[in-house]
């Protein structure tokens, strides 16, 4: 099938790949994209770098773009969960917001994330469980950050 595919002048996987990194990095650029899905490995990957060099209008930036694709689900945990993230949005908005704040909300959206996917349907699971993982280990890297700047 895959010999078809390349003979019909389909792109093989390496091409679509090379074709969806500018259009990812447009997304994070991209504030006023109310109607694009957010993308969980994109939030992962995030995630897993150095959080506390992410600029707080990046973060706001990807904050909106959850928060409208969360916006009208009538489930309980989804609300919360979209409640959380309008509380982050607050705090990285703030002047005077402590980083022991925004990793204790962090660590929150972590727990809420992995008690959603633990009530998903296959393969949405897995992935809200590394999305909330993420954020239970981006909360504890930005509270050994304060850590040590207040140990100073």
């Known amino acids: 099938m895959a010999t078809q595919n390349k003979s019909k002048g389909n792109p093989d996987d390496s091409q679509l790949e090379e074709e969806m990194e500018p259009k990812a990095a447009q997304k994070e650029v991209d504030s006023d994209a109310g109607d694009e899905t957010p993308d969980a490995e994109s939030l992962v990957e995030i995630l897993h770098g150095d959080v506390t060099e992410i600029e707080p209008g990046a973060a706001i930036d990807q904050i909106d773009l959850w928060v409208n694709f969360l916006k009208g689900h009538k489930e309980e945990n989804i609300k919360e969960v979209s409640s959380s993230l309008k509380e982050l949005k607050k705090l990285l908005k703030g002047k005077k917001s402590e980083a022991s704040e925004i990793a204790e909300v962090l660590s929150q959206l972590g727990e809420q994330t992995n008690a959603i996917g633990d009530e998903a349907e296959r393969g949405v699971k897995g992935p ?10 981006a909360a504890g890297k930005i509270e050994k950050m304060a850590d040590k700047a207040e140990s100073k």
């Open 128 to 137: 809200l469980h590394k999305v909330g993982k993420a954020l239970i280990q």
